[in-house]
C-alpha cells in the first residue's frame, strides 16, 4: 500500500512525532485541500465539548478529536471512516455513552464520505476502497454508505453453513457443529463478506470455528446485536415473515427482508428443522 500512496499523517506510524507530525498534517490539509484522503478511526467523544479525547498539541493547545475532524475533514477529497466506532459509534457509543461517543457522519456531512465498518474492519475492505478511489472513484454504496463489493449480502447469504441451515441441522451451542443461528448468530442481518474472505491470512473466521457472528459491521452493533448468544426471534408460522422482516429492518436495512422472505419461506415449506423454532438446550458446563 505505502508503494502506492503517500501516508502524511497516523498516530502509530509516524517517523516523526509531536509539533513535527502535526506540522506535516496541516501542511498537507493547507497544500493539498480537495486532493487528500482522510482516513478516521475511532467515534467522536462530543460531551464536554469532546475534552474527553485529545489527539494532538498543536501551537501549545490541546486539541480534541471533535476539533481535529471539524478543521480536517471539510478539506479532505474523500473521508473514509473505518471500523464500526467511526461508522456508526460503535463500542464507544454503548448505554449509558458517558462520553456523548458519535459516529464520524452524525458529527459532520461530507458529500464523499465511506463507511468501512468492523469490529475491526478486515484490511481488505480498506485497502479495498482505498484502491476503488483512485482508479474509479467512489465505489457503489448501500443505504448506510458501506461499499457493496465487500457489503453487498448477508453473512447467511454467503455462510459455509448455509445448507446445514437449509437441512434443519441447528447447533445446540456454541462449537457445536451444525448451524449456529439457534445459538445467536446474526448472520441473516448483517451484511459483509467474511464466509468468502475469512480472517487469519484468509484461513479462517468466526462461524469456521463454531462461534456464531456478532454482525459486527451493523449500524446497531453491539447494543442492537445483544445477547450474542440469544437466536433472533423465532419463526413459527407462516405469519413469522412479517416479524423477521421487522428484524430485518431494525438490524440490518431494508435490504435484508429478502432473508426474512426466505426465513418464511423456509417454514412454510416445511425445510426447517422442528427444532430450529424450539431454540437452544444448553447442555452441561464442560470443566
Known amino acids: 500500500l505505502l508503494d502506492v500512496i503517500d501516508l502524511r499523517y497516523h498516530w502509530t506510524f509516524n517517523v516523526a512525532h509531536g509539533e513535527l507530525a502535526v506540522a506535516a498534517l496541516f501542511e498537507t490539509v493547507q ?16 460531551a464536554y465539548e469532546g475534552k474527553l479525547n485529545y489527539v494532538f498539541v498543536r501551537d501549545g493547545q490541546r486539541v480534541t478529536g471533535l476539533q481535529a ?33 458519535k459516529a464520524v457522519g452524525d458529527v459532520i456531512k461530507h458529500k464523499a464520505m465511506i463507511n468501512v465498518p468492523g ?16 482508479m474509479y472513484g467512489l465505489p457503489e454504496i448501500d443505504a448506510y454508505r458501506r461499499p457493496k463489493m465487500f457489503f453487498g449480502k448477508t453473512i447467511h447469504e454467503l455462510c459455509q453453513r448455509r445448507q446445514l441451515f437449509e437441512d434443519g441441522h441447528f447447533a445446540k451451542f456454541p462449537g457445536d457443529d451444525g448451524c449456529l443461528y439457534t445459538v445467536g448468530c446474526k448472520g441473516p442481518v ?33 447494543d442492537g446485536m445483544m445477547p450474542f448468544f440469544k437466536h433472533l426471534p423465532d419463526l413459527h408460522t407462516p405469519l413469522a415473515k412479517v416479524r423477521a422482516e421487522q428484524v430485518a429492518l431494525v ?37
Open 31 to 46: 497544500k493539498h485541500a480537495g486532493e487528500f484522503y482522510l482516513v478516521v478511526e475511532g467515534s467522536v467523544m462530543t
Open 69 to 101: 475532524l471539524q478543521e480536517i475533514a471539510p478539506q479532505a477529497k474523500y473521508l473514509v471512516n473505518l471500523g464500526d466506532c467511526a461508522c456508526f459509534g460503535g463500542p464507544h457509543a454503548m448505554h449509558p455513552n458517558p462520553g456523548g461517543a
Open 119 to 134: 469490529c475491526p474492519a478486515h484490511p481488505d475492505w480498506l485497502i479495498g476502497t482505498l484502491s476503488h478511489l483512485m
Open 190 to 222: 448483517t451484511f459483509a463478506d467474511c464466509p468468502l474472505r475469512q480472517w487469519v491470512h484468509y484461513q479462517s473466521w468466526p462461524v469456521k470455528n463454531s462461534v456464531p457472528c456478532i454482525g459486527c459491521t451493523s449500524p446497531n452493533f453491539p
Open 251 to 287: 438490524a440490518g436495512g431494508v435490504t435484508a427482508a429478502g432473508i426474512a422472505t426466505h426465513l418464511a419461506a423456509s417454514v412454510v415449506s416445511g425445510r426447517l428443522h422442528k427444532h430450529k423454532t424450539e431454540g437452544t438446550v444448553l447442555g452441561e458446563t464442560v470443566p
